[in-house]
């Protein structure tokens, strides 16, 4: 869930990213340089992070703010689902990331659980879209993100690792290896196994 220092700190970083879009005054544009560090510390005290890479992170967005989006690929074969393992935190997640402009949805789950996990799928359906402070991620992002995850059908490839990935397998729901928490959640597997086995293919929202 979403605390308060977190509302206040991405309040802050909102209107100094906002107010830099559209500024051109030198004055102005110094004060929200000043609110996006207060953003920064923010962010730094309560994650631990060093505010230096807060405020790179911060520094990358451009124009106005809104929420960004993490596709992910949920894919099955002999009722086991496809994890890869992030060379990052040596965890296991769903294979995807952020979306890309210029493709569509379908486009970019199904390319990143290629590049990913070097399966070919094709993405059947939208099964759940979550606003990721709700469901309970850790740690918490300096930005608003939306978590879309759709149902693919495996149509070809086979496990291959990539820069981001140092480990390609289908688990079965008893045998689920520590989770990358950050971007995917025992409860939300455990529900996408019961839709597949009930052939739920309603999508959930929010």
Request: aromatic share 12%; charged share 30%.
């Amino acid at each position: 869930m979403i605390t308060k220092w977190l509302e206040w700190a991405r309040e802050l970083q909102a209107i100094a990213q906002n107010g830099l879009t559209y500024c051109d005054n030198h004055f102005d544009i110094e004060r929200y340089h000043a609110i996006q560090k207060i953003s920064a510390e923010i962010f730094s005290v309560h994650t631990e992070l060093p505010v230096e890479k807060i405020t790179d992170i911060l520094l990358r967005e451009e124009g106005y703010q809104t929420p960004k989006i993490d596709v992910r690929g949920i894919v099955f074969r002999e009722n086991k689902i496809l994890l890869v393992k992030e060379v990052m935190d040596g965890c296991w997640t769903l294979p995807g990331g952020w979306a890309d402009p210029n493709m569509t949805p379908t486009q970019n789950v199904e390319r990143e659980v290629w590049e990913e996990s070097g399966f070919e799928v094709k993405a059947i359906k939208l099964l759940a879209f979550y606003d990721r402070d709700k469901q309970g991620h850790y740690p918490p992002f300096p930005f608003h993100v939306y978590k879309a995850f759709f149902l693919c059908e495996l149509t070809g490839g086979k496990a291959t690792l990539s820069n981001e990935t140092s480990g390609v397998e289908f688990f079965a729901e008893d045998e689920i290896p520590k989770l990358s928490e950050s971007r995917v959640l025992p409860h939300q597997l455990k529900n996408f196994f019961r839709k597949f086995k009930d052939n739920d293919l309603n999508t959930e929202f929010d």
